[in-house]
C-alpha cells in the first residue's frame, strides 16, 4: 500500500478541514441562540399587557408586550440603526420613558420612529415628532459585537447606555440595559425573524459538506498523482 502524502498540501488541508468545521459548529450554535429567543418571544404571546413595574417584580421578558399609557415621551430622541418588522434597514429612534423607583435605572429607551435608510437624515439627534405608538414589547438591546462600528453622525450602531443617557440628558441611575422597548411588530425582531434557526441549520450543513468535499479533493488528488493507493511499490 502506498501513503505518501504531499506534506505542504496536507497541511494546507487540515487547516481548511479546521476553519470550515469550525464554521459549521459556529452556525449550529447561531442556530440553537436563535431557537432559544424563539422560545422566549413565543412564551409570552398570550401574556398578559404589563407595565413598566414588571421590571420590578421580574416579570418582564423578551417578546412580552408593554402599556404605556400615561408614560411621558418626548424629544429629544437618539437614533438606532436596525430593521423594521419588514427587515428593512433604517435608523430606529428611541426617547427616553422614566421608570418607577422600584426599577434599575432613571429610564427606559422607547422606540418611537423608524426611519428608512432612503429617507434618513444625517442628523445623529433628531427633534421630528414622534410616530403614533399604540404598543409596545420588551426587547433585549442590541449590543456591540467585534465588527460593530463606533458612534457615528448619524447615531449609534448598538446600545451605549452612557453615551445614549448623556444625549438624551439622563441623570441619575442612567439607562436601563436588561431591556429596551421596541414597537410591536406581530412577530419577533427582524435579526431573528431574518435568519431562522433552519436558515442556521442549512448553512452549517453547507460548512460541512465542504469539509467532506474537501476531503475528498485531497484524497482523488493524491490517488491520481499515486501518492496514495493499494498497489504495493
Known sequence: MTFRPYPLLTLLTVAGLAGLVWLGSWQL??????????????????????????LCTGEAAPGRRVDLTGAAIGAPYVKVYGRNADGAPGW???????????????????????????????????????????????????????????RGEDGFYAFDPEGMAEALGVQGEGLSGAFWLAREGGGPPAHIAQTPPERHAAYALTWFLMAIALIGVWLAFHIKTGRIGLRRE
Open 29 to 54: 450554535d447561531r442556530r440553537a441562540w436563535k431557537a432559544e429567543l424563539l422560545a422566549e418571544y413565543q412564551a409570552t404571546e398570550d401574556a398578559p399587557l404589563a407595565g413598566l413595574d414588571a
Open 92 to 150: 430606529r429612534w428611541f426617547a427616553a420613558v422614566s421608570l418607577p423607583d422600584c426599577a434599575q435605572g432613571e429610564a427606559i429607551l422607547a422606540e418611537v420612529r423608524f426611519e428608512p435608510l432612503e429617507t434618513a437624515g444625517t442628523a445623529g439627534l433628531a427633534r421630528a415628532e414622534a410616530e403614533t405608538v399604540e404598543r409596545w414589547r420588551f426587547e433585549r438591546p442590541v449590543r456591540p459585537g467585534p465588527f460593530t462600528p463606533a
